[in-house]
Each structure stands twice: as structure tokens, then as C-alpha cells.
């Protein structure tokens, strides 16, 4: 089983749409959440943190949910502009202190005019 | 001024030479990686340095060798390049003090072997 497990998509939506994606992540010592946003030919970018308690960043929500290890990013009013890869990303706490960062393999979205 | 910044960005090369991909930061971070995506665009972590050191190396062949001079710097040498060797690999850093530290990329470096 992936550590970290997404719908690869696509997600194809006009403009305007409400988008939402899901992904779980399998290691119990997970300690951070992230969702990574990644263009074609480009590298990745961090596009928000997810925190216990939900939060959001303009039209961009992230829920995460521990007891069931699952992470969520809503998109609401989507623009063309929001056409990437979505990228779940999740940081494993080592025997050693660090930690070890894991990509999900990214769910694709297209939005249309 | 580019945080991360990795050459070459594009190589072409035949099978079974020898080549290296370099990369700087000039975040003052204390930790760097390289990670590989292949062509089904799965992003994997290959190796992390942290002052230096070798603290994360995955299931990586031997002739994928790291090296780090200082902590600004992570290069990449491969021994013997294979096919399948060929995908996009990812430079980034991160301040590894912080939990939630941000992955910084840089453009990525395409090798193509034929």
C-alpha cells in the first residue's frame, strides 16, 4: 500500500465549480500535512499547510481528519488558472527526530472556459 | 535571485555514461534532497542532507552517488546510466527545525538516456 494515496483524476470542471479532492495516508507517525500544487513542466509549490483544525486560504479549504487519516482540499469558484496537479504531501516523524517528506501521486484538474 | 537553483536543466545522454546534476540554495537552510519524478509524474525522494549529512537514503541504486561540500550545495553523480534512469529530478531545501518547513524546488533537470 502507498503512504500516501490519491485519485490521480483527471477533474475536469468549468469555471466556477466547486472541486474537491481527497487523499489518505497510511503511517500513524505522520506529523504534518501539506498540499503541494505542481504545473506541467514546472516544479512543485507549496500551496497551503492543513491543520487539525481546518483552514482555509481564500477560495482554498484543507481539512485534515487523524482518527481516519484522511486530508482534504476544497477549491470553491475554480479558475483556469487553477488548472495543475494537486499534490498531497505528507512529513513522517523518523526514529532519528527528522523526518521524511512524502508526495501522494498527485490528482490532475482541468478547468474550462 | 533563484532560492534553489539546479544545472544542467536539460541532458541528453547514451546509455552507460557517467554524468552529474548540481544544485545550490541560497535560503540558508540546513537540509537539501533530491527527489526523482519518473513519467507517470510520481515524485520520490532519493536522498536528504542535512548539514552535510546523509540522513534519508532510499532504495537508490549505488550508482546514484550524492555529495555535499557544504550545506549550500548538494550535487548528484550517476555511474553507468540506465533507460530507465530517465525522469526529471528535483532539488529542494528545507529548514529542517521546523516540522512544518516549506520544500523549496528548483526547476528540475530532464535527463534523457537513449
Known amino acids: 500500500r502507498k503512504e500516501v494515496e490519491q485519485d490521480p483524476g483527471p477533474f475536469n470542471v468549468p469555471e466556477g465549480a466547486t472541486v474537491a479532492f481527497n487523499c489518505t495516508y497510511s503511517n500513524s507517525a505522520s506529523q504534518s500535512f501539506f498540499w503541494y500544487r505542481q504545473d506541467c513542466r514546472k516544479e512543485p509549490k507549496l500551496l497551503m499547510s492543513v491543520y487539525s483544525s481546518g483552514n482555509e486560504d481564500g477560495r482554498f479549504t484543507a481539512q485534515l481528519n487523524r482518527a481516519s487519516q484522511y486530508i482534504s482540499l476544497l477549491i470553491r469558484d475554480s479558475k483556469l488558472s487553477d488548472s495543475a496537479t494537486y499534490l498531497c504531501v505528507v512529513n513522517i516523524l523518523l526514529n532519528t527526530g527528522g523526518f521524511k517528506t512524502i508526495f501522494g501521486a498527485g490528482t490532475r484538474l482541468f478547468v474550462k472556459a | 535571485d533563484t532560492a534553489v537553483s539546479q544545472t544542467p536543466k536539460y541532458l541528453v545522454t547514451q546509455m552507460g555514461n557517467d554524468k552529474s546534476i548540481k544544485c545550490e540554495q541560497n535560503?540558508?537552510?540546513?537540509?537539501m534532497y533530491w527527489y526523482k519524478q519518473d513519467s507517470k509524474k510520481f515524485l520520490k525522494i532519493m536522498f536528504s542532507?542535512?548539514?552535510?549529512?546523509?540522513?534519508i537514503n532510499e532504495t537508490v541504486p549505488n550508482r546514484f552517488s550524492p555529495k555535499s561540500p557544504d550545506k549550500a550545495h548538494l550535487n548528484l553523480h550517476i555511474n553507468s546510466l540506465e533507460l530507465g534512469d530517465s525522469a526529471v529530478y528535483f532539488c529542494?531545501?528545507?529548514?529542517?527545525?521546523?516540522?512544518?518547513?516549506?520544500?523549496?524546488f528548483g526547476e528540475g533537470s530532464r535527463l534523457t538516456v537513449l
Open positions: 529542494a531545501s528545507s529548514q529542517v527545525q521546523s516540522l512544518g518547513g516549506e520544500l523549496f
Open positions: 535560503l540558508g537552510h540546513d537540509t
Open positions: 542532507y542535512n548539514n552535510k549529512e546523509l540522513i
